[in-house]
């Protein structure tokens, strides 16, 4: 089992920044694909950002690219997401997750482990 905390939520105004942070404790954490989610209301879930175990591949959103930064430290089972030029549209709740295969994970949305959630509110 992995269990996922998320911090760093919150509000923000247009322009701004904010990094979420996800530690993970439990099964090892160097081998698990990491990734951010959001979901904003009514609105389907979406994989925003993910890095491989190795960080040797990356996956970004079109809706992100260019503005959010997703990076891990495997030495402090943490991963990041540093998000800049946030927009009203960024307003989720952002969700940190794990998975053991990179394809059907950036693809298929396969997860082995969620984390419970972060609110991040931008206001314009």
């Known amino acids: 089992q992995v269990q996922l905390v998320e911090s760093g939520g919150g509000l923000v105004q247009a322009g701004g920044s904010l990094r979420l942070s996800c530690a993970a404790s439990?099964?090892?954490?160097?081998?698990?694909?990491m990734g951010w989610f959001r979901q904003a209301p009514g609105k389907e879930r979406e994989l925003a950002a993910a890095?491989?175990?190795?960080?040797?591949?990356?996956y970004r959103a079109l809706s992100v690219k260019g503005r959010f930064t997703i990076s891990r430290d495997n030495a402090k089972n943490t991963v990041y997401m540093q998000m800049n030029s946030l927009k009203p549209d960024d307003t989720a709740v952002y969700y940190c997750?794990?998975?053991?295969?990179?394809?059907?994970?950036?693809?298929?949305?396969?997860?082995?482990?969620w984390g419970q959630g972060t609110q991040v509110t931008v206001s314009s």
């Open positions: 890095i491989s175990w190795s960080g040797g591949s990356l």
């Open positions: 997750a794990a998975a053991s295969g990179w394809t059907t994970f950036v693809t298929q949305y396969k997860v082995d482990y």
């Open positions: 439990g099964r090892t954490f160097s081998n698990l694909h």
